[in-house]
């Protein structure tokens, strides 16, 4: 596990609206950010064309392996831009979509075939409702190691016995060797030291992904890559 840091996310600069901390982003931030999104963009059509493309990749990936589920759990939906992509590709789709921050998902409320559902999982979630399939795009990075197990325990222990993990926050030998350059780069001076920024979360290696989903009690593991950045894994009980 390594930790990480940004100055900015979706072309806004967080020195913005909050001044940079060591700590990791509170829902006061996330909150005063989506503040900020809104004010800049005012629809999905307004965002890079390029991210776009990339978040609905990751819609047909997930659809591909949904198959015959109608009903899913998305445990961190954030504006909902996968979601309502999702919807979009498979017309029998039912997603129940977690977010902490209450105006994130503004844009996709009125989706009927998206159920917004604010808080944290699995508190948040009423008694009797059930999912088979979940899946979390872009949050592990937000869990320290103990956080991390403590919260897919959580997720075994909802029922859930098929869980993807969408990540962008991987640790291995070519990110490795960019935040060493990068930190030798910062300490004479050249460039920004890394600390300097956010803190932002932590990336993990494929190991360290799948000790965490064993010790949850998921058996079945198997890793995937979209491009060269992204890594889906497909976890069963």
Wanted: glycine residues 6%.
């Amino acid at each position: 596990m390594k930790k990480f840091y940004q100055v900015e996310w979706l072309d806004i600069d967080f020195k913005e609206f909050e001044t940079l901390s060591s700590e990791l982003p509170t829902k006061s931030f996330y909150d005063k950010f989506y503040a900020r999104f809104f004010e800049k963009y005012h629809s999905f059509d307004d965002l890079d064309e390029s991210w776009v493309a990339y978040k609905t990749q990751i819609a047909k990936r997930i659809n591909a392996i949904v198959k015959s589920e109608t009903n899913i759990l998305s445990i961190g939906s954030g504006t909902g831009i996968v979601e309502n992509a999702l919807t979009n590709l498979n017309s029998s789709l039912r997603i129940m979509s977690i977010e902490p921050s209450e105006d994130a998902s503004r844009w996709v409320r009125a989706n009927p075939k998206i159920s917004i559902v604010n808080g944290y999982f699995p508190e948040c979630m009423d008694k009797g409702v059930s999912f088979e399939f979940a899946y979390a795009n872009n949050i592990d990075y937000v869990f320290d190691d103990d956080e991390y197990k403590a919260f897919l325990k959580s997720v075994v222990d909802y029922g859930v016995s098929e869980f993807l993990i969408i990540t962008s926050a991987n640790y291995n030998l070519k990110v490795a060797l960019s935040l060493f350059i990068k930190e030798i780069l910062g300490a004479l001076g050249i460039i920004a030291k890394l600390a300097d920024g956010q803190f932002w979360g932590y990336l993990r290696s494929k190991n360290e992904h799948r000790e965490a989903l064993k010790h949850a009690g998921f058996r079945e593991i198997e890793f995937n890559k979209l491009g060269t950045d992204t890594m889906f894994i497909r976890a069963k009980i």
